[in-house]
């Protein structure tokens, strides 16, 4: 499984990202020094019922 890249941090907005071993898929912010991981929870296919997406 290939590891999303993320452009920046999501914690501080920096650019500087490095891979981290652990946990799978981590990565390092090198202004923040936080450790985060990207994931795909799924795909949205809309409003099944055509409505305008308001609940």
């Known amino acids: 499984m290939s590891r999303a890249t993320p452009f920046y941090c999501p914690y501080c907005g ?3 990202l490095t ?3 652990e946990p799978a898929g981590a990565w390092q912010c090198g202004s ?3 450790v985060f991981t990207v994931r795909l ?3 949205s296919l809309g409003d099944p019922a055509g409505g305008n997406g308001d609940r």
């Open 32 to 34: 923040c020094l936080r």
């Open 41 to 43: 929870v799924g795909l």
């Open 19 to 21: 891979p981290e071993a």
């Open 14 to 16: 920096d650019e500087d």
